[in-house]
Antibody, heavy 121, light 109 residues
């Protein structure tokens, strides 16, 4: 079964750091680009970051650029999101997702169950 | 603001047909994918590409596209289809970034 399982969320004070993990199973993790997407309470899905299959290329949404770092360990089938200088507006459920790119199409499948990050004093 | 625009809410009577739309410039050249999102659950892919359904998604879900608008159609809506639906594609810049629509809350009456 193809599966993604996130962990590492929790309550953190503004300005502090947190690292999220996403463990993949059931597929060849090292062959796929991976993404992080978040959903703030009562809001919609927002793309956060992506990383290519070997970890050499990363991209970020403007809202997290310079504060968040995406990385991966293909030997451990694990995706990471290092979040520094956290703000209240970073409060959200964070999802990892595998992406497929095919011609004029792209889609995320599967998604992890999500991990909640709450930034509050 | 999102580069993909969705109506915030749509309703449909049980067993009837409903279409949820997604508008954006990038959709003139790229297909949208669609996700079902229930509270407290992970998003689930329901449509990708021109009109493809992942294994396990009922055939009452279908997708289409015309000009700058993509549509998700549910033919014979069921109570369990009540959820938020999000479209997804790439942005209009040269960076090939991902973008989601703002989401549509579907209510099945």
């Amino acid at each position: 079964e193809v599966q993604l399982v996130e962990s590492g969320g929790g309550l953190v004070q503004p300005g502090r750091s947190l690292r999220l993990s996403c463990v993949a199973s059931g597929f060849t993790f090292s062959s796929y680009w991976m993404h992080w997407v978040r959903q703030a309470p009562g809001k919609g899905l927002v793309w956060v970051s992506r990383i290519n299959s070997d970890g050499s290329t990363t991209t970020y949404a403007d809202s997290v650029k310079g504060r968040f770092t995406i990385s991966r360990d293909n030997a451990k089938n694990t995706l990471y999101l290092q979040m520094n200088s956290l703000r209240a507006e970073d409060t959200a459920v964070y999802y990892c997702a595998r992406v497929f790119y095919s011609g004029s199409s792209r889609w995320f499948d599967p998604w992890g169950q999500g991990t909640l990050v709450t930034v509050s004093s | 603001s999102s580069e993909l625009t969705q109506d915030p809410a749509v309703s449909v009577a049980l067993g009837q047909t409903v279409s949820i739309t997604c508008q954006g410039d990038s959709l003139r050249n790229y297909f949208a994918s669609w996700y079902q999102k229930r509270p407290g659950q992970a998003p689930v892919l329901v449509i990708y590409g021109k009109d493809n359904r992942p294994s396990g998604i009922p055939d009452r879900f279908s997708g289409s596209s015309s000009g700058n608008t993509a549509s998700l159609t549910i033919t014979g809506a069921q109570a369990e289809d009540e959820a938020d639906y999000y479209c997804h594609s790439r942005d209009s810049s040269g960076n090939h970034l991902e973008v989601f629509g703002g989401g549509t809350k579907l209510t099945v009456l």
